[in-house]
């Protein structure tokens, strides 16, 4: 009996850990199930229940084209919000499904109470590239026309999608220029020091060093501006 | 000339009345102009800007549908992502154009850093709130699953948008069912202490007094219940 019991208690240890990595690789099955083909769910004995989620790629077959961010940087008065929306109306002419996030939408929104700390600055940019990640997952050509003055900021977004999905419009004007054009009066108010840390005069814009698109908007209408980015959307089969 | 020049003074100055309140007459009328028609913006002197935008109205129409925010309301557990996405399921085989805002894209996303103290809770569902209207804006059909369990949170969501636009859909279902079902083992974490104030346990959850639909997630298949949110769409015209 001395040999016997220690050879059973064995065996039925054995034979626990069989089971335990049985129900172990069942779950992990399971799990992947669920994951890769959004199976079935039973909530209560009786009712089952079917998990599915419409994916970016059917988006995009059904809109027709490939969904991006066209991230739109420039000095105040460049003129990336009048450029984001004369290209919206052609991509929406043409049938696409696309968007325009700017401060019109977004100041009094979804960034209501945010500030000019360098902190507050990134967090701004954090949401309005949070957001349009969502735009793409639901299939739009979404633009965004925010001075987005550095470089790391703007880099995060780019990595927050994927290879090929965020498009910087580098909207390149110079600064006497936008002073001169001063289209809300922001520049007068900076010089006079009413406003502290505007972009180009108190603080510091970090122009793009590999934009996929670069439009000069004190020498190209907003016309030729356009059919550029089109362009570029069409060679890169966007759309 | 003593009763003369205090004449030509008075003409002079009512002259300059008149001319100031033919400035601000025509100021506003540009303003108005700009507003209402979005008209052309001299950016430089030699290049002409057009200043566009598209509008939700002419977007819905080109969807063929009108847009709103389906608010999916209830307990942890009750079945809100579940149902919300087995209806976008159902609107995306329809044609329209719609999302889906839940935890899996929110959280981790426009929400990190967010805890679940009573100000990042009201924040939380503020952030979803503002984007749904961004959504309802791009002409898209937006559901949002979140418990969301506080009134007022999901009234001030209800201002936000236009009257019609905010469609709260209580899914109602038992403590009970819930906390059986327990699909992420969140209840089990609640009643042990492991997560504070947790809605339903240690946390209250404030039933919707007038939600536009309830669904009861223990009783309805998930079928009955998508069919009666497409039937109350139907009926209210919004598709």
Redesign the interface.
Known sequence: MDLILPKVRDTLLFAGAIVEAKIAYQSLFFLTYMNLFKGE?A??NN?V??????KKE??QE?NGHKSAILWFTGLS?A?KS?LA??L??QL?QQ?K?S???DG???RH??N?GLGFSDEDRKENIR?IG??A???V??G?IVCTAFISPFKEDRNRVRE?VEEGEFIEVYVRCSLE?CE??D?KGLYKKARSGEIPEFTGISSPYEEPNAAEIIVD??KQ??EESVQAILDYLKDNNII
Chains 1, 2 share one sequence.
């Open positions: 769910i909530l209560t009712i229940w079917h998990e599915t989620t419409i059917e988006r059904r008065g003129g009048t929306n004369a919206e109306q929406f049938g499904t968007y325009v996030l019109d939408n977004v929104g979804l209501k949401r949070e957001v990640k969502l735009f997952d639901a739009t927050l220029a001169q054009r289209p908007s004190d209408t907003v």
